[in-house]
């Protein structure tokens, strides 16, 4: 994604390196196996491997869009 958003020379884009979810915190996230598997789990689910593991900071659309002073008109979300 940076490297589109550099190649097309865009400006107006925001990536917001987050997990987005009802409450700011960190939660852990299971990479999967393969790229596009990845979802947030609970630590302690046994179907989860500890190895695939990893924290991962969680925001509110709301919080976000206090943070960046916006009122997004679009928004991509890439939900799995």
Do not use: W
């Not at 598997?37 to 709301?62: C, F, I, Q, R, Y």
């Amino acid at each position: 994604l940076y490297n589109h958003i550099e190649i097309n020379d865009l400006e107006n884009v925001q990536i917001v390196a987050a997990a987005c979810s009802e409450e700011i915190t960190l939660a852990a996230f299971s990479t999967g196996p393969n790229n596009a598997m990845g979802h947030l789990t609970d630590e302690n689910d046994s179907k989860t491997a500890a190895k695939n593991l990893m924290l991962v900071p969680t925001v509110t659309l709301d919080a976000v869009a206090a943070r960046l002073g916006v009122v997004p008109n679009v928004l991509k979300i890439d939900v799995e």
